[in-house]
């Protein structure tokens, strides 16, 4: 896929000179302040709060503007998992303001067919509006309404932030509805005639009547979402509202995006992530070993120009960070573990579910105590803040440990994870299927930045049992 022929390519001078050139044209705020970036943006999964956690930045949220499905909002509303966009500066690239954040879903509407993957357990595919949406062990359920992986039914209204594919939207953030009757679909108009055209597919009427907002004209190709109710059949969309969406960005100096590669082309290693053509022929891949292709998950930083982001990074993202174990601490708004003597600390916030499967209620963090085995789920911030998504109390159980690799020694059969050391001597080894492998296989199999799960079975302190994981 050429992004824009063969002068697409941009060296790192010509970048600088680019970067230098905004600069000079009020991309910094004053002569005298020459580290101030005013033209940052990022797009990607929220993972945290205590302000606002996007791509492992954290954002401060003092006087921030947000918009949330199209109207004025606050942050209270928004939850771990959904896709938001930020605009904002910062004066030392340490501290990070958030003027804009804005979020809207991709998806409302019933569920019509639930498709298991015979493969993979941890997986399943929805369709929603004639829209593919995988669920999987990465999706936050808002359980407001009981909903979670196990008990998405047919007929259930779902409202679904996530990222684009060839096929359809991986799910990040699903919430249940209790409003059946409206539904909303994004997306770009095509087969357009004077009373319908079709968004991914699904067939959408309107007439005169229906409402347009930020539209002057319809026409193939243009960007909307449509709000509506379905036709007796279920099988389209009537809409009663039709809304230009802007998913463009204007030249920006640090852009940062998270997202599913689609149209990846070797030739160029230039692909979209969530509609933004990028080059990532300049990048360096975090881990080393990363291999761009379609339907990966990463996260992509650099410059845009002229609606194109050249990468200077292109790191992989996905799995959250799983922690099975007794709490070494709880405090008012953190919870602690501890492994080989040291620390491991995941940050509380009021949008992380708390749970009980131990016959004890739980409202509030406080109801946690020492001693109590947890299910712990998180996201890494990138800078070795674990910030967690849900807390479940549980009846104890085999320890275990899922993280990023940081480091390994295979001669001595030590891995590093969440910054402690772990003594895999003793253990055995299985690859992504479950299925066994000797220790030299796995430990050829790893690199930094990939995701592995240890077990200690009789929670005696030695880790048994080592994995791979997708």
Same mark, same amino acid.
């Given at each position: 896929?050429?992004?824009?022929?063969?002068?697409?390519?941009?060296?790192?001078?010509?970048?600088?000179?680019?970067?230098?050139?905004?600069?000079?044209?009020?991309?910094?705020?004053?002569?005298?302040?020459?580290?101030?970036?005013?033209?940052?943006?990022?797009?990607?999964?929220?993972?945290?709060?205590?302000?606002?956690?996007?791509?492992?930045?954290?954002?401060?949220?003092?006087?921030?503007?947000?918009?949330?499905?199209?109207?004025?909002?606050?942050?209270?509303?928004?939850?771990?998992?959904?896709?938001?966009?930020?605009?904002?500066?910062? &004066?030392? =690239?340490?501290?990070?303001?958030?003027?804009?954040?804005?979020?809207?879903? !991709?998806?409302?509407? /019933?569920?019509?067919?639930?498709?298991?993957? /015979?493969?993979?357990?941890?997986?399943?595919?929805?369709?929603?509006?004639?829209?593919? $949406?995988?669920?999987?062990?990465?999706?936050?359920?808002?359980?407001?309404?009981?909903?979670?992986?196990?008990?998405?039914?047919?007929?259930?209204?779902?409202?679904?932030?996530?990222?684009?594919?060839?096929?359809?939207?991986?799910?990040?953030?699903?919430?249940?509805?209790?409003?059946?009757?409206?539904?909303?679909?994004?997306?770009?108009?095509?087969?357009?005639?004077?009373?319908?055209?079709?968004?991914?597919?699904? /067939?959408?009427?309107?007439?005169?009547?229906?409402?347009?907002?930020?539209?002057?004209?319809?026409? +193939?190709?243009?960007?909307? @979402?449509? !709000?509506?109710?379905?036709?007796?059949?279920?099988?389209?969309?009537?809409?009663?509202?039709? !809304?230009? @969406? +802007?998913?463009?960005?204007?030249?920006?100096?640090?852009?940062?995006?998270?997202?599913?590669?689609?149209?990846?082309?070797?030739?160029?290693?230039?692909?979209?992530?969530?509609?933004?053509?990028? &080059?990532?022929?300049?990048?360096?891949?975090?881990?080393?070993?990363?291999?761009?292709?379609?339907?990966?998950?990463?996260?992509?930083?650099?410059?845009?120009?002229?609606?194109?982001?050249?990468? +200077?990074?292109?790191?992989?993202?996905?799995?959250?960070?799983?922690?099975?174990?007794?709490?070494?601490?709880?405090?008012?708004?953190?919870?602690?573990? =501890?492994?080989?003597?040291?620390?491991?600390?995941? =940050?509380?916030?009021?949008?992380?579910?708390?749970?009980?499967?131990?016959?004890? /209620?739980?409202?509030?963090?406080?109801?946690?105590?020492?001693?109590?085995?947890?299910?712990?789920?998180?996201?890494?911030?990138?800078?070795?803040?674990?910030?967690? $998504?849900?807390?479940?109390?549980?009846?104890?159980?085999?320890?275990?440990?899922?993280?990023?690799?940081?480091?390994?020694?295979?001669?001595?059969?030590?891995?590093?994870?969440?910054?402690?050391?772990?003594?895999?001597?003793?253990?055995?080894?299985?690859?992504?299927?479950?299925?066994?492998?000797?220790?030299?296989?796995?430990?050829?199999?790893?690199?930094?930045?990939?995701?592995?799960?240890?077990?200690?079975?009789?929670?005696?302190?030695?880790?048994?049992?080592?994995?791979?994981?997708?």
């Amino acid at each position: 896929m050429k992004l824009n022929g063969p002068t697409c390519k941009i060296s790192a001078i010509a970048l600088a000179m680019l970067a230098a050139m905004a600069s000079g044209c009020g991309g910094s705020s004053s002569d005298s302040d020459d580290t101030r970036i005013d033209s940052i943006a990022s797009r990607g999964m929220i993972t945290g709060f205590g302000s606002v956690y996007v791509n492992g930045i954290r954002f401060h949220t003092g006087g921030t503007r947000f918009i949330v499905d199209d109207n004025p909002g606050s942050e209270a509303e928004l939850r771990i998992g959904m896709v938001v966009t930020v605009r904002g500066s910062t &004066d030392d =690239r340490r501290n990070w303001r958030a003027e804009h954040i804005e979020y809207d879903n !991709e998806l409302k509407g /019933p569920v019509a067919s639930i498709t298991p993957d /015979p493969l993979d357990l941890t997986r399943k595919t929805l369709l929603i509006l004639g829209q593919n $949406v995988e669920i999987n062990a990465n999706t936050i359920f808002d359980d407001d309404g009981g909903l979670s992986f196990a008990t998405v039914a047919l007929g259930d209204v779902l409202e679904v932030s996530g990222f684009t594919t060839d096929s359809g939207l991986v799910a990040t953030h699903v919430e249940l509805q209790a409003n059946d009757d409206e539904v909303e679909i994004r997306g770009r108009i095509d087969n357009l005639t004077m009373t319908s055209f079709t968004i991914n597919g699904f /067939p959408v009427s309107y007439d005169t009547a229906t409402e347009r907002e930020d539209i002057s004209t319809l026409a +193939d190709d243009l960007l909307v @979402e449509v !709000e509506g109710r379905l036709d007796g059949a279920g099988t389209s969309l009537i809409a009663d509202k039709i !809304e230009g @969406e +802007d998913d463009d960005f204007d030249d920006v100096d640090e852009f940062e995006i998270e997202g599913v590669i689609s149209d990846f082309d070797p030739a160029d290693d230039s692909f979209i992530v969530q509609g933004m053509p990028v &080059d990532a022929g300049g990048a360096v891949l975090f881990p080393t070993s990363l291999v761009l292709a379609d339907g990966v998950t990463v996260e992509v930083e650099g410059q845009v120009v002229k609606g194109v982001l050249f990468a +200077d990074k292109v790191k992989q993202r996905g799995n959250k960070i799983k922690i099975s174990a007794p709490l070494a601490a709880v405090g008012s708004d953190r919870v602690t573990f =501890r492994f080989n003597g040291s620390d491991v600390v995941a =940050r509380v916030s009021a949008q992380t579910e708390l749970e009980d499967q131990t016959g004890n /209620p739980v409202t509030q963090l406080a109801d946690f105590s020492a001693g109590n085995f947890v299910e712990l789920e998180a996201f890494g911030d990138g800078s070795g803040v674990i910030n967690a $998504v849900e807390i479940e109390r549980e009846s104890a159980n085999e320890i275990e440990i899922e993280a990023p690799l940081q480091n390994f020694v295979k001669t001595t059969r030590r891995v590093r994870l969440l910054g402690i050391d772990f003594d895999l001597s003793a253990a055995t080894f299985e690859d992504e299927n479950d299925v066994n492998m000797t220790a030299e296989a796995f430990f050829d199999a790893l690199a930094v930045g990939r995701f592995i799960e240890i077990e200690d079975s009789d929670s005696n302190g030695v880790f048994d049992k080592a994995e791979l994981e997708d």
